[in-house]
């Protein structure tokens, strides 16, 4: 943890750097006192320091004192990751020792993201490393308030984690947690809640804390070149190139970003992460680099309908009946697990007992006991080598024969010989037991066994999220069919189709949502990246012409 007050020593700008990057801003005199920007603000600028010094502060609470989290000193710069996100500040800058200090619009922040590589690299590693420090030292702008076991509570911290979204969870039947409830007067049936800078949320949802901290859309007067629907790992590649190659670019996710990848405790077989990586990491860093080419991410944002199309566009409508209008759609909802077919599967959902990803926050609570984890894929193997990991004895239910047909053979192996894990082939979950919480779970292998149980991870099977496309061409399963595909099934009259194009000439589809596609997170961020090429193709026979980008070599 970071000591309040403690300025990070890495990384910085040398002299030069500072002198470029202090070209693009306005010098200004600041007086002891002064507040750059506070917390809770929704849009704020960048600040080189020369002459001052600066706080960054966690403001008081009903419960805290004020506290200095850390301090910018001359040729130092302010900022951190909320820069690139337009979420809501945490912490408040305030000058300690008057002087002079260089403020830089957003927008000329912007230009130096795309144009000074060398600037742009310390300035994104900086605003990382001070997102770590905000969340390791629990200097938080948000308090998430609810029970351990209720899903909805798991829901508002899994949202906050996947957009590192600086919060604190308290549980409500510690200390802290009625210490909370009692300085705002929270009430048991107004959980789960959150405390976001002196405001309560009551029974929040991800929807709610997307509203507050800043992630929901902005109508825009203008239209968008690209609106990707679906942050998993081919949205955000598709996100990352169509930015970086100049399109202006939005990013919506029904729940936050990563998709099921963000449910994986580890991935082993991603290009160059030869000891692994978390969906969770992998998902950040995309992220982050999908902000800094200036995508926008909007998240608990879902997108409802394809409305009306025309020469130079189609309109999207959100949930809400909010509508945008874009000149390309690129669909990259990925798919959703299957309900295990059996009774009470609801009653121990809501008590969090069933779930649908294994991240380190789904599996802290498990820890040395025993645990169900139901599929035959890659995503349930990693599940069980997890909670394996962590001292829980695992039984891996499939439903086939074994795991060759459906498991990457180096994941099979493991399994197979793992101590703590039981591979039941041939078997499914009948039956979930047990009052207050989960107790045990049956087992039918053709001989019905009970085996105790503290909760179930499942990843069975799979099914596009596509029932909202009436007007794009779908395979019987509800996948999207593009390009050949689409003309196996339904024929080849009209102008030949894009690579990644789906029935609608402006939206294009790819990762797991698209029909015959590998379902591999490697495969699902090389299809996001290279539909882009056929997005410029399509924005270049406009009217209106192509982009800025469209021309730009595609990497």
Known sequence: MTAAGMTPSVPRLDAEQLRRLSGYGIREDVREGQVLYGAGDRRYDLFVVESA?????????????????????????????????????????RIRSAGTVVRIPAVQLQHVLGTEVDIADV????????RRIILESASTL?????????????????FAARLQVAHAAVEADSLPGRALMSAYAIGDDDLPAAVLSERVLRRATPHDLAAAVGYTY??????????????????????????????????????????????SSRIENYLGFPRGVSGGELTSLALVQAQRFGAQLYAACEVAALGASDEEGVTLTLRDGTALRSR??????????????????????????????????DVRDCESLPVTVVGGANSAGQAALFLASR???????????????????YLARRLEAHPMVRLRTRSRVTELIGERVLEAVTIDDGQPETVECRAVFSFIGAEPDTGWLTDVARDRDGFVLTDAR??????TDGPPRLPFQTSHRRVFAVGDVRAGSLKRVASAVGEGASAVASVHALLASDPRGATRGATAAHA
């Open 391 to 409: 001292g829980s004895r695992v039984d891996l239910v499939v439903r086939g024969a074994g795991l060759a047909a459906s498991m990457s053979d």
């Open 328 to 361: 390309a759609v690129m669909l990259a909802t990925g798919v959703r697990y299957r309900r295990l077919d059996v009774p009470r599967l609801a009653e121990f959902e809501a008590r969090g007992q069933v779930r649908y990803s294994a991240t380190e926050l």
């Open 142 to 158: 948000l308090e998430i308030i609810g029970h351990p076991d209720c899903a909805d509570n798991r829901a508002l911290r899994t």
């Open 486 to 491: 689409l003309a196996d099934e339904h024929g």
């Open 218 to 263: 902005d109508a825009v007067a203008h239209d968008v070149d690209l609106a990707v629907v679906g942050a998993g790992p081919a949205g955000l590649a598709a996100a990352v190139y169509a930015a970086s190659e100049g399109l202006v670019t939005v990013l919506f996710d029904a729940a936050g970003a990563g998709g099921q990848a963000a449910t």
């Open 123 to 130: 300035l994104v590693e900086a605003f990382v490393l001070r």
């Open 53 to 93: 010094v600066v706080d960054l502060v966690r403001d008081a609470t009903a419960l805290e004192p004020e506290r200095v989290v850390y301090t910018r000193r001359p040729g130092d710069f302010t900022g951190e990751l909320t820069l690139l996100t337009g979420e809501t500040v945490v912490l408040t800058a």
